[in-house]
Nanobody
Framework: QEVLVESGGGLVQPGGSLRLSCVAS?????????MGWFRQTPDKARELVARISSDGSTTYEDSVKGRFTVSRDDALNTMYLQMNSLNPADTGVYYC?????????WGRGTKVTVSA
């Protein structure tokens, strides 16, 4: 059974927006953990792009600051990544998990493709 399920990816034109969702199950409570959104591309290792701590504080990788917003709905045990002003460099498969300590096996991710 998948514990972390990502969704919301797709094909979008440069300048467009997407909202990714990460739903947790299996007893994992997102609000009790420091969580991150990660991006992986064929030529790079999985990298952290946004993080939300259990206290709600957020941090971002420099290239996404001002464009991405990470948030959490504790009632739904769901984390979101609002991505605006997308550009081709944002293309990749996006995953959620705990950071710095994973809370579960990695999910399947959700693919984001930014292309004209």
């Amino acid at each position: 059974q998948e514990v972390l399920v990502e969704s919301g990816g797709g094909l979008v034109q440069p300048g467009g927006s997407l909202r990714l969702s990460c739903v947790a199950s299996g007893g994992r409570v997102l609000s009790a953990n420091d969580m991150g959104w990660f991006r992986q591309t064929p030529d790079k290792a999985r990298e952290l792009v946004a993080r939300i701590s259990s206290d709600g504080s957020t941090t971002y990788e420099d290239s996404v600051k001002g464009r991405f917003t990470v948030s959490r709905d504790d009632a739904l045990n769901t984390m979101y990544l609002q991505m605006n002003s997308l550009n081709p460099a944002d293309t990749g498969v996006y995953y959620c998990n705990g950071h710095p300590v994973p809370i579960s096996d990695w999910g399947r991710g959700t693919k984001v493709t930014v292309s004209a």
